[in-house]
């Protein structure tokens, strides 16, 4: 099923992925979900601001890069 395809731009003007989901589910297609456990956190990246706070969380946690780019923002903030 191209659920997604077929789906008319919502709110924004953007195509919802929940709009396909509930639609394939409506056609009797199959849909499956993860539960997250309470302590596990999720990111919503469907904006800018939310993808660069999550790319900068993610990126600090590095055990590579992450002590780098946590004393290269320290000297621009």
């Given amino acids: 099923m ?3 395809r077929e789906t008319k731009p919502g709110k924004g003007g953007e195509i919802q992925l929940t ?6 589910i409506h056609r009797g297609g199959k ?3 993860v539960r997250l456990p309470a302590n596990e ?5 469907g904006n800018f601001e939310s993808y ?3 790319f900068v ?5 590095d055990p590579k890069y ?3 780019l946590r004393e290269h923002l320290k000297s621009i903030l």
């Fill in 31 to 33: 849909v499956l979900g």
């Fill in 66 to 68: 992450g002590a780098k």
């Fill in 41 to 45: 956190q999720r990111y919503d990246i």
């Fill in 19 to 24: 709009d396909a989901i509930r639609s394939l």
């Fill in 2 to 4: 191209t659920c997604s």
């Fill in 57 to 61: 969380e993610f990126a600090l946690a």
């Fill in 52 to 54: 660069y706070a999550a």
